[in-house]
């Protein structure tokens, strides 16, 4: 009868039939019944157990290792080889891609090397030791042969220093740090720590000997130069020696054509720490003004700049004088945007012809980096000058502005390179504010992109609008609740800076109001801190009937362009009760400047050019009721809200460039007075009855 051979996991290894041995399923003989002679196998087999399989292929004994045939999952292997000066190395069966993984680290295993070294798979647990006079380089492969967890020693024993790299595709962290043993008998341990998408990682011990960060260095010689002359680069680092990469920037014109060699990239070998590149401005009898150009180089092609360095470029070889007529402009190029906002605008340059035909037709051509950007032709004529223009607004064009070249000529510039054509750069600006912006261009911004920026209500991406009432609170029935709202601004223009105003009015509890405040997209650099003001009465205070008004302003480093998302925790008594926020984000940097707490029913405000003025109030009543538009300012944003108890903001925007008397309308009743001919009338200020109250002053800081 068969034998049912089964592992200890229950799993079948194997059907032994009678009077025979079955080697196909593992790596020892397994004995069927009655089979004669057995006494050997077993025997076999026991020695073949304790001694863990240790063998070697007798064919190729010093190349090949043989581990057992026909392993199961958990089997021991112990690998001896080669035959002659071994390594030794106990191994376990996984059954994974990697079939047998080793257990042990060499028992072992001190390697001496003299030249560059690479470390391999049978390197694990080594001591590697270095001994040369000059700097040699071990490096750490991409390679997924070796296994995760191999780990070796590198020892410095020579006088020359040892530099620990990665291979190209591979990390060795610390990355960006230049990793070498400066020391006679320092050393350090590198553990290969992942696998993965093709990529090794290993990481270095950061405290065993030196590491220091790679620093890259241009210097230009001449840094002004004349066409016709030689400008050298010499470049220094702490990189390991070998081939990297520089090129030039297409700015303003430049081009191969600008010089003698027309290569605009290329290589250098970085040898003891230096190197140069060389490149000769051609003289091209062409009046072009003075140019810029700038060298970049990176540690691989296409690759992140590491280093820059720029070279004036003095116009000497100008057209000749005679012959062809030269156009020659009548001042520098002038700039005259339309919108300062959006960078739209028009280019317009202004010439006139010293010599040549008085009338006649002229050709004009505008480049930036991405080529041509306008073409066309026109008559010029030498009684006043003549404009040439065109608009901005191409796609490509950078947040940070751009060149612009200039190009007139008597023939067309786009096919033909001729001595009569003349140039100039023109610096574009996008629109972008930073801190020497104006407040009045400032509240323009902040007034036209209203929709973009202002955010109240509910949660979401939309502004709801100039005037806005509703009589549905935020939440109802807890204590705090987060409004956030989202944003997409990209297309706007960018900025150093953004100031967020929060608001907040309702049942804010005693003390409530906003407790947190966040925004993603830029660095909080200053916090006005928190003003709350509750209960109704002629003087409230931070306590009462729960009712009241609560405002914070924080000034954050970023563009306003990047911003992605604005929330406002608000706090408020937790009944059948709720409270409203309000944001508002301003470009550039600004505080309130005046603030009249529970300010007088009468009450006015001067507003200088550029402010804005903000007007918070806690009303009472249970229906809408907002307040009333101000005179002499038409740019008014005004919130209405009531449940049980009502509130509101109302933010007023000074664009003007003269000074505005902020005061409000009086609210007229008439009754009769007893005599039914007689009708009195009262004046009273809008704000009667309603506290408590803020009002105040937002200016831009300088």
């Not at 220091?212 to 241009?218: D, Y």
């Not at 401005?281 to 690759?303: F, M, P, V, W, Y």
């Not at 804010?508 to 006005?528: E, M, N, P």
């Not at 306003?560 to 508002?584: C, F, L, M």
């Amino acid at each position: 009868m068969a034998y049912d051979v089964t592992k200890s996991n229950t799993e079948r290894l194997a059907i032994v039939n009678d009077r025979t041995v079955e080697t196909s399923s593992s790596s020892i003989g397994l004995i069927g019944k009655n089979y004669t002679n057995h006494g050997e196998i077993i025997a076999e087999n026991l020695v073949h157990m304790l001694e863990n399989f240790n063998s070697f292929n007798p064919a190729n004994a010093t190349t090949e290792p043989l581990p057992p045939k026909n392993p199961i999952i958990g089997q021991l292997w112990y690998e001896n080889f080669p035959k002659e000066d071994p390594v030794e190395n106990l191994n376990v069966y996984t059954g994974s891609a990697d079939k047998w993984q080793r257990m042990n680290p060499s028992l072992t295993n001190i390697e001496n090397k003299s030249s560059a070294y690479t470390i391999s798979e049978s390197d694990h647990g080594s001591y590697i030791r270095i001994d040369s006079t000059t700097l040699k380089t071990v490096t750490l492969p991409n390679t997924a042969s070796i296994p995760v967890g191999t780990s070796v020693i590198i020892v410095r024993v020579g006088t020359g220093d040892v530099v620990i790299s990665a291979e190209d595709g591979a990390v060795a962290e610390p990355q960006n740090q230049i990793k070498t043993i400066a020391n006679r008998f320092g050393r350090v341990t590198a553990i290969k720590v992942m696998q993965s998408n093709g990529v090794a990682t290993w990481e270095i011990d950061a405290t065993a000997d030196k590491l220091s960060s790679e620093t890259w260095n241009i210097t230009a010689s001449p840094a002004t130069v004349n066409e016709g002359v030689p400008v050298t680069w010499t470049i220094t680092s702490n990189a390991l020696p070998g081939t990297y990469f520089w090129s030039l920037e297409q700015i303003g014109g430049i081009s191969g054509a600008d010089f003698t060699d027309p290569a605009m990239s290329g290589t250098f070998i970085l040898a003891n720490g230096t190197s140069t590149v060389t490149k000769t401005l051609r003289s091209d009898s062409l009046t072009e003004g003075s140019e810029t150009i700038i060298l970049n180089i990176a540690k691989t092609q296409n690759g992140v700049s590491v280093a820059s360095s720029s070279v004036l470029v003095n116009d000497t070889s100008r057209a000749p004088d005679g012959g062809t007529p030269e156009p020659t402009p009548t001042s520098d190029p002038s700039i005259n945007l339309q919108d300062s906002f959006t960078g739209t605008g028009t280019v317009t340059v202004n010439w006139s012809i010293l010599n040549g035909p008085a009338n006649g037709t002229y050709y004009y051509e505008f480049t930036d980096a991405a080529g041509i950007y306008a073409e066309g032709n026109g008559n010029l004529n030498s009684f006043g000058g003549a404009t040439i223009a065109t608009g901005l607004g191409r796609p490509e064009m950078p947040s940070t502005g751009f060149n612009l070249r200039v190009t007139l000529s008597l023939a067309n510039v786009v096919t033909n390179e001729l001595s009569d054509r003349i140039s100039y750069i023109v610096q574009i600006d996008d629109g972008s504010v930073n801190d020497s912006t104006s407040a009045i261009l400032l509240a323009n911004y902040f007034w036209i992109n209203r929709s973009s920026l202002v955010r109240y209500g509910t949660s979401g991406d939309t502004y709801p609008g100039d005037n806005y009432s509703v009589n549905n609170p935020n939440a109802r029935f807890v204590g705090s609740f987060r409004n956030t709202w989202t944003y997409a601004n990209s297309v706007l223009p960018g900025s150093t800076y953004f100031t967020v105003v929060s608001l907040a009015t309702g049942a804010i509890g005693d003390g409530g109001g906003i407790t947190a405040t966040s925004v993603d997209g830029g660095i909080l650099i200053s916090d006005s801190g928190l003003t709350t003001l509750v209960g109704d009465g002629i003087n409230p205070t931070n306590s009462g009937n729960g009712y009241g008004i609560s405002y914070n302003v924080k000034v954050y480093q970023g563009s306003i362009d990047k911003i992605t998302s604005n929330s406002i925790v608000s706090n408020h008594i937790g009944r059948n009760q709720g409270a409203w926020t309000y944001s508002y984000i301003l470009p550039q940097k600004w505080d309130f400047v005046s603030a009249s707490v529970n300010f007088g029913e009468n009450y006015t405000a001067t507003l200088n050019p550029g402010d804005v003025h903000f007007t918070l109030i806690e009303r009472g009543g249970d229906s809408a009721s907002p307040i009333v538009q101000p005179n002499n300012i038409s740019n008014n944003m005004t919130v209405d809200n009531w449940w049980y108890n009502g509130g509101g903001v109302q933010c007023s925007v000074n664009t003007s460039s003269s000074t505005v008397a902020l005061t409000y309308p009086l609210t007229v009743t008439s009754y009769p007075d007893g005599d039914p001919g007689n009708i009195i009338e009262t004046s009273t200020s809008p704000f009667a009855g309603w506290t408590p109250r803020i009002a105040g002053i937002l200016r831009k800081l300088d």
